[in-house]
């Protein structure tokens, strides 16, 4: 069977010195599987030994300081299940009678704030998580398949070893290769946003630009908020001049600040006008 490979271009140095460099990685064979696992196992068992918590250890942690609680564990649950319910909807409408253009939209916008809210909940577990015995053995396995699968186009291994790629292993080949292999053994795509359900919906419907942010039917190059509202690149509000306002409709500056009016001072005294002085009658 013939062995899976991802090819990458990858630019390397700077000004004259740049170039570019033909590169693949390919899927881990047993063998290297197996080794991998094995450094795992040793890196697991030497953050242990180091004082480093496992993930069921910071679970505990987190609970006792108020990080992550059973009613945070709720709310992700139904989080999870209104976002899936909303998924439901968007597909197959009320059942009744066709639905509308404008209803999908509400619910596909109302998807992406349940999506955004469950991120901004996990934001901290997850952060509490990264630095576990298990999370640091989970990536040292990654790191080392990346080592061992890492190929200039003519054959030849990237990487002497894998201390040599702990060496280089922020340069920018290392990071091509392994963004390629996550791609190939978790199946990530480039691509996953304009595939989620809501943002397909939208697509489908040229109701968001390339970049999907929200647009106006009626004008496609126009971007809007999820009220309908018409907005710049930077999410300031504008009117239908195409000038900066803020939601009430007051008008902003090109900055996004307030115009501000010339002020009269009235708290210094004014200086005292000088006497006039007669001049010397002159002899005719």
């Known amino acids: 069977m013939t062995q899976k490979k991802v090819e990458s271009k990858v630019e390397i140095g700077e000004g004259d010195n740049k170039k570019e460099v033909d590169i693949y990685v390919t899927q881990p064979n047993n063998d290297v599987l197996k080794r991998a696992e094995r450094y795992k196992s040793r890196t697991w068992n030497e953050a242990i030994q180091d004082g480093v918590l496992t993930k069921k250890e910071v679970s505990m942690v987190m609970e006792k300081r108020g990080i992550w609680d059973e009613t945070k564990d709720k709310k992700e649950k139904t989080l999870s299940k209104d976002i899936i319910d909303l998924e439901k909807k968007l597909a197959h409408g009320n059942g009744k ?46 790191d080392y398949l990346v080592a061992h699968c890492t190929f200039y186009a003519n054959g030849k291994p990237v990487y002497e070893n894998f201390e040599d790629y702990n060496n280089q292993g922020s340069d ?32 489908d419907y040229s ?78």
């Open 97 to 142: 009678r066709k639905p509308k253009l404008s209803e999908g939209r509400d619910v596909a916008i109302n998807i992406r704030k349940k999506r955004l809210e469950l991120r901004d909940l996990l934001t901290d577990k997850i952060a509490m998580e990264e630095n576990t015995a298990d999370n640091l053995a989970d990536n040292a396995r990654f």
């Open 172 to 203: 920018e080949i290392a990071f091509a290769a392994a963004t390629s292999l996550s791609r190939m053994l978790y199946n990530l795509d480039s691509s996953f946003e304009r595939k989620l359900p809501e943002n397909k919906f939208l697509l």
């Open 207 to 284: 109701l968001v630009n390339d970049d999907l942010s929200l647009v106006n039917p009626n004008n496609p190059e126009e971007l809007i908020d999820t009220e309908g509202r018409r907005i710049d690149e930077n999410g300031y509000y504008l009117d239908d001049k195409g000038n900066r306002i803020d939601k009430d409709g007051n008008p902003l500056t090109e900055d996004g600040e307030y115009e501000t009016v010339e002020y009269e001072n009235d708290l210094v005294d004014k200086p005292k006008p000088k006497p006039k002085t007669k001049k010397p009658a002159t002899e005719s």
